[in-house]
């Protein structure tokens, strides 16, 4: 299984980021796919998460509004939509997707990922 992640860069505050994550090496069906990030100095921090088949979305709380995540069909990507960026969105946002298939949404945030990405650099600049 393999997951790559792009998209990421240097946006001016204000601006917009579309990131993709990539999907490869197997079904996923009914997997859990997510969006983390991690700031410097900083500890990971989950973002936002969804079944690969595009249900059961669930956000951070303090994210919810300006970021959306969504499954591609035809690009078999997972992509997270990152709209009126701010200086503290600057991370780097890593992929993730794990195999349980019976969890509650709440639980995204604290699920042991079976799988990641390498992560990719968002800058938002002031």
């Known amino acids: 299984v393999q997951l790559v992640e792009s998209g990421g860069g240097l946006v001016q505050a204000g601006g917009s980021l579309r990131l993709s994550c990539a999907v490869s090496?197997?079904?996923?069906?009914?997997?859990?796919m997510a969006w983390f990030r991690q700031a410097p100095g900083k500890e990971r921090e989950f973002v936002a998460g969804?079944?690969?088949?595009?249900?059961?979305?669930y956000y951070a709380d303090s994210l919810k509004g300006r970021f959306t995540i969504s499954r591609d069909n035809s690009k078999n990507t997972v992509d997270l939509q990152m709209n009126s960026l701010k200086p503290e969105d600057t991370a780097v946002y890593y992929c993730?997707?794990?195999?349980?298939?019976?969890?509650?949404?709440?639980?995204?945030?604290?699920?042991?990922?079976?799988?990641w990405g390498q992560g990719t650099q968002v800058t938002v600049s002031s």
């Open positions: 993730a997707a794990d195999r349980s298939t019976v969890v509650v949404t709440t639980r995204y945030p604290t699920l042991e990922y079976d799988y």
């Open positions: 090496g197997r079904s996923f069906s009914d997997y859990v």
């Open positions: 969804m079944r690969w088949s595009g249900s059961n979305i």
